[in-house]
């Protein structure tokens, strides 16, 4: 039962350094999701894939971008990582295509110096 | 103005007490209110969640959904140490979430 996978668990970058952080699902879910979590600010959405093929930005997509491997995969890649972009990331997903209750990974914790 | 505002906290409480935690929110579409658990350096999980209006109840909790206020709230009755984490509300319109910023509530033994 290993839902929602998220690595690596720890990160260490440099200012300028790139990065992909990996994320699959194994409930045979359409949709994803890649989050970013910083304290006092809740969750707040990077990017989404509705369903395989297709991305979306969510609220806070700049320096970041994805890619929807297939429909089991779902990555975040920073090209050029900023100290703005310490925070832990969390990836989800949800059965239906915008499904409503998502299942997340135990997350990234990423830190830039 | 956030989509989400919750009530800051960090809350702690006894042994047993009843726990009440709160959100409002100002998009009127919304139709599902969820409400997730997360423990300390953990993804958050789905507590349980809501349709539209009223009461809905699991063992210890209740959500209540008022949507002429557009209030929400989780009660935890007889509340334990192991209900100590961060508990966030989240309101669901055509599949995106917005989440708010988290409570934090610590029972103590």
């Known amino acids: 039962n290993a839902g929602v996978t998220q690595t690596p668990k720890f990160q260490v970058l440099k200012t300028g350094q790139s990065m992909t952080l990996q994320c699959a699902q194994d409930?045979?879910?359409?949709?994803m999701y890649w989050y970013r979590q910083d304290p006092g600010m809740g969750l707040r959405l990077i990017y989404y894939?509705?369903?395989?093929?297709?991305?979306d930005k969510g609220e806070v997509p700049n320096g970041y971008n994805v890619s929807r491997l297939n429909k089991r995969e779902f990555s975040l890649r920073l090209e050029s990582a900023a100290p703005s972009q310490t925070s832990v990331y969390f990836c989800?997903?949800?059965?239906?295509?915008?499904?409503?209750?998502?299942?997340f990974g135990a997350g990234t914790r990423l830190s830039v110096l | 103005q956030k989509e989400v505002e919750q009530d800051p906290g960090p809350l702690s409480v006894p042994e047993g007490a009843i726990v009440s935690l709160n959100c409002t929110y100002s998009?009127?579409?919304?139709?599902?209110f969820m409400w997730y658990r997360q423990y300390s350096r953990k993804g958050p999980e789905l507590l349980m969640y809501?349709?539209?209006?009223g009461n809905k109840e699991d063992g210890r909790f209740t959500a209540q959904v008022d949507k002429s206020s557009k209030y929400i709230s989780l009660f935890i009755r007889d509340s334990q140490p192991s209900d100590s984490a961060t508990y966030l509300c989240?309101?669901?319109?055509?599949?995106?979430?917005?989440f708010g910023d988290g409570t934090t509530l610590t029972v103590k033994p």
């Open positions: 989800a997903s949800s059965e239906a295509p915008g499904g409503n209750i998502q299942y």
């Open positions: 894939s509705a369903s395989e093929g297709t991305t």
């Open positions: 998009n009127s579409a919304f139709q599902y």
């Open positions: 809501t349709y539209s209006s």
């Open positions: 409930m045979n879910h359409n949709s």
């Open positions: 989240a309101n669901t319109n055509a599949g995106k979430s917005t």
